[in-house]
C-alpha cells in the first residue's frame, strides 16, 4: 500500500501570505494525485487533481505541483477562508484503491 | 449537475451490520465511467477510503475492512449502498459517499452522515 505523508502537520501563517503544503508518497506515484480542502463539519471539496489542475470553480491562488513521489500544493495569496485542513489523495491502478495523507492544518497566525 | 445524499441510522449496536444508502439526483448512476465509493473519517482524524462499485459493478474494497464491507449499486432506484459487518465502536465515524469520474480525485461527494456505534 502506498502511504502518503503531509508536512507540516500544522502551518500557522497570516493572511496575505503565500502557503506552501507537503505530500510525500512512500513509492513513485502515477499523476493522481488530488487535494481536498475540508472546513468543520464539512465535506472535503476538490482542489486539484492530476497532480495540477484545478477543480471546477477553484481560485487560481491554489496551484498544484509534482511527480514521482513529492507534490506540493501552494495558496498564493491567503484570504481568510482557507484556513482549514487540507488532503492529499493517491489512486492506485494495482491493486486497485485510494489512500489519503494524515492531513495537514492550516490555521491563522 | 450530479449530487449525493447519504441516509441510514445514525445509531448502530456493537455486532450489528451497519447499512447506509446514497441517493444519486442530477444525473445516472448506470452512466458510464463512475466510480462509486464510501469513505469514513473517525472523529477528529482523517480519511478512510472503503471501497467502490464500479459502474459495471465490478467492486474493490479497502483491505483493512475487506472481509465486513459490501458496497452495491441499485440502478432502478439510482442508489448505492454500503453494508459493514460486526460492527464495534471503533467504527463510530462520519461515513460520506463520494464518485470519481476516472479523473482520480473525488469530485463529488455527500454531505456526511455520522453513525455511532453503541449499545
Known amino acids: 500500500e502506498i502511504v502518503l505523508t503531509q508536512s507540516p502537520a500544522t502551518l500557522s501563517l497570516s493572511p496575505g501570505e503565500r502557503a506552501t503544503l507537503s505530500c510525500r508518497a512512500s513509492?513513485?506515484?502515477?499523476?493522481?494525485l488530488a487535494w481536498y480542502q475540508q472546513k468543520p463539519g464539512q465535506a472535503p471539496r476538490l482542489l486539484i487533481y492530476?497532480?495540477?489542475n484545478r477543480a471546477t470553480g477553484i481560485p487560481a491562488r491554489f496551484s498544484g505541483s509534482g511527480s514521482g513521489t513529492d507534490f506540493t500544493l501552494t495558496i498564493s495569496s491567503l484570504e481568510p477562508e482557507d484556513f482549514a485542513v487540507y488532503y492529499c489523495?493517491?489512486?492506485?491502478?494495482?491493486?486497485?484503491?485510494?489512500?489519503f495523507g494524515q492531513g495537514t492544518k492550516l490555521e491563522i497566525k | 449537475q450530479m449530487q449525493l445524499q447519504e441516509s441510514g441510522p445514525g445509531l448502530v449496536k456493537p455486532s450489528e451490520t451497519l447499512s447506509l444508502t446514497c441517493t444519486v439526483s442530477g444525473g445516472s448512476i448506470s452512466s458510464g465511467g463512475y466510480y462509486w465509493s464510501w469513505i469514513r473519517q473517525h472523529p477528529g482524524k482523517g480519511l478512510e477510503w472503503m471501497g467502490y462499485?464500479?459502474?459495471?459493478?465490478?467492486?474493490h474494497y479497502n483491505p483493512s475492512l475487506k472481509s465486513r464491507v459490501t458496497i452495491s449499486v441499485d440502478t432502478s432506484k439510482n442508489q448505492f449502498s454500503l453494508k459493514l459487518s460486526s460492527v464495534t465502536a471503533a467504527d463510530t465515524a462520519v461515513y460520506y459517499c463520494?464518485?470519481?469520474?476516472?479523473?482520480?480525485?473525488?469530485?463529488?461527494w455527500g454531505q456526511g452522515t455520522m453513525v455511532t456505534v453503541s449499545s
Open positions: 463520494a464518485s470519481e469520474g476516472d479523473r482520480g480525485a473525488f469530485d463529488i
Open positions: 462499485n464500479y459502474y459495471s459493478g465490478s467492486t
Open positions: 489523495q493517491q489512486r492506485s491502478n494495482w491493486p486497485p484503491g485510494y489512500t
Open positions: 513509492q513513485s506515484i502515477s499523476s493522481y
Open positions: 492530476d497532480a495540477s
